[in-house]
């Protein structure tokens, strides 16, 4: 899978709560993101960027091309999808959405753990 697409299923999965650059960054997306982000916009996907701190954005998918939404209204998360973000640290003990699931997966094991 491309990383333009990995981005795009990454997007989809965080459904209205978004991706932060760091679980971009995580899932392999790359450190090119911002190209990948301009890619699907010249696609017609539409992506809200919102600051968070300094360097941090949350990225999330308003509309897709060929989905015709309310205007002002947001994609609504699949069934069963926490709209509840909860943080990265950890510092909260909850289930975790498919999406962290997938973020968790794709982080790297570091050298002096690997078999």
């Given at each position: 899978?491309?990383?333009?697409?990995?981005?795009?299923?990454?997007?989809?999965?965080?459904?209205?709560?978004?991706?932060?650059?760091?679980?971009?960054?995580?899932?392999?997306?790359?450190?090119?993101?911002?190209?990948?982000?301009?890619?699907?916009?010249?696609?017609?996907?539409?992506?809200?960027?919102?600051?968070?701190?300094?360097?941090?954005?949350?990225?999330?998918?308003?509309d897709?091309?060929?989905?015709?939404?309310?205007?002002?209204?947001?994609?609504?998360?699949?069934?069963g999808?926490?709209?509840?973000?909860?943080?990265?640290?950890?510092?909260?003990?909850?289930?975790?959405?498919?999406?962290?699931?997938?973020?968790?997966?794709?982080?790297?094991?570091?050298?002096?753990?690997?078999?």
């Amino acid at each position: 899978m491309s990383r333009k697409w990995l981005l795009l299923r990454l997007l989809k999965d965080a459904g209205s709560v978004g991706a932060t650059t760091a679980d971009l960054l995580a899932a392999g997306v790359g450190s090119r993101y911002g190209a990948r982000l301009l890619e699907l916009r010249d696609h017609g996907y539409v992506i809200e960027s919102r600051r968070e701190r300094q360097s941090s954005f949350r990225y999330i998918l308003t509309d897709e091309p060929g989905v015709e939404a309310p205007a002002g209204r947001q994609l609504t998360p699949r069934p069963g999808e926490s709209e509840a973000l909860q943080p990265s640290c950890g510092c909260l003990s909850a289930e975790l959405t498919l999406f962290e699931q997938q973020i968790e997966k794709a982080k790297p094991t570091p050298h002096w753990k690997a078999a």
